[in-house]
């Protein structure tokens, strides 16, 4: 199956030892991008670029990006494509490693939310010289850091060449946690732990946050059950009608492309939405987007880590790790504005939150597939799934699941 961006394989041409100089035209070697992948970042910076200019030149443009939901019709476009290329008769395997799925427990609904929350206290709690108390950049941090991700992290593991099933897999694996735990998490974190902490200002007058778990269920719906369904449909139609080769080899690549331009289009609305603030408080984005790109880059490097801890091939990793440093800013913005309105200083810092993650995790696609390429991945085959084969031509036995 051959995935967007850098790094890409063809399962079934996994014979030998791929990297950017093997000539193959799957593999990573820039002669063989098209044009939209080779330069990516270019495209990406360019599209902030206009966006925030659209937003400052014609701040009109916010209106009709809001009432057409622009911005939500972009991010389940760019969503599609993945979810598509998921081969779901793969899921129950992927629900049996329970390795995995235990990791990627601890790393989102512990590391994560307790980090965030650290860094939340660095920066803005005012505990912490010379960072001056900001309430509000406060409970909007608390709000992304216990949204777990369910939207770009396909994208982001997509364009690095993640296991597609895993990260199908263990989104709709936190999505059920998340309904049932993010109001309890942010009652904990942004009620009770300030004023046992000693921080009382920073919820000073906030008796209750009232987020129900018809809110989270709802939003979750919207940016993960639609192009989820879409994408089972589309593959359970296809396979059926065309069969599994036509399916992979004709459609999947017909589709792709479809994940960078939404992409790209997104990030235009996005940066448009918020471009007048950005250049009227570039100050107050540089401090929320300092505690946040540290957050994505230390998640992203520690569950790396921890998944090739645990023996996980890179397909696998790479998904454990995405999915551990993305979170769920459709919900933190929703709740954001539901809760404290839209013109509030919680929710200024969660739509601040996907401004910095388009380009630091893009960053972070190409650490990935550094990796990819610099580590030695022979006998790491845990959680490997059928369609996935080893990238090295060593033929060492290894234990390929979690029993």
């Excluded at 000693?198 to 000073?204: K, N």
């Excluded at 459709?330 to 996907?354: C, D, K, R, Y």
């Amino acid at each position: 199956m051959v995935a967007i961006g850098w790094g890409s394989v063809t399962v079934s041409s996994l014979e030998h030892d791929h990297g950017a100089d093997c000539g193959c035209p799957d593999c990573g070697d820039p002669r063989s991008m098209d044009f939209l992948d080779k330069y990516l970042t270019v495209w990406i910076f360019l599209a902030m670029g206009v966006g925030v200019g659209l937003g400052y030149v014609a701040p009109g443009v916010v209106d009709p990006i809001q009432d057409y939901y622009l911005v939500e019709i972009g991010l389940i476009a760019m969503m599609y494509p993945p979810l598509a290329k998921v081969n779901y008769g793969q899921l129950p395997r992927v629900f049996s490693a329970w390795r995995v799925l235990s990791l990627s427990l601890i790393q989102n609904w512990l590391i994560g939310p307790t980090l965030m929350f650290l860094l939340a206290v660095v920066f803005f709690s005012g505990l912490v010289p010379p960072f001056p108390a900001h309430p509000e950049y406060f409970l909007g941090l608390i709000f992304i850091g216990m949204a777990r991700c369910i939207a770009m992290v396909l994208v982001w593991n997509d364009l690095a060449d993640g296991s597609s099933e895993y990260a199908a897999g263990l989104v709709a694996f936190n999505s059920v946690f998340q309904i049932i735990t993010y109001g309890v998490y942010i009652w904990f974190f942004a009620l009770f732990l300030p004023p046992l902490l000693g921080m009382d200002a920073l919820v000073a007058g906030i008796g209750t946050f009232d987020i129900t778990v018809t809110q989270v269920f709802w939003a979750i719906a919207i940016f993960l059950g639609l192009p989820f369904a879409g994408g089972i449909l589309t593959r359970l139609g296809g396979v059926r009608a065309k069969g599994e080769e036509w399916y992979e080899e004709e459609f999947v690549p017909t589709i792709s492309p479809v994940t960078l331009i939404a992409l790209l289009f997104t990030v235009v609305v996005m940066f448009a939405t918020q471009g007048e603030n950005i250049l009227v408080q570039p100050t107050d984005v540089v401090w929320i987007a300092v505690p946040l790109t540290i957050y994505f880059v230390i998640m992203f490097l520690v569950s790396f880590a921890m998944g090739r801890g645990i023996g996980a091939d890179y397909s696998t990793t790479t998904a454990i790790g995405f999915t551990a440093a993305s979170n769920n800013f459709e919900l933190a913005i929703a709740v954001a504005v539901a809760v404290f309105g839209v013109g509030s200083g919680v929710a200024f810092a969660t739509v601040i939150g996907p401004l910095i993650e388009v380009p630091v995790l893009l960053a972070l696609v190409n650490v990935a597939i550094y990796f990819q390429r610099k580590f030695d991945w022979a006998g790491y085959e845990t959680g490997q799934l059928e369609s996935t084969k080893p990238t090295t031509n060593d033929a060492t036995p290894s234990k390929t699941d979690d029993d």
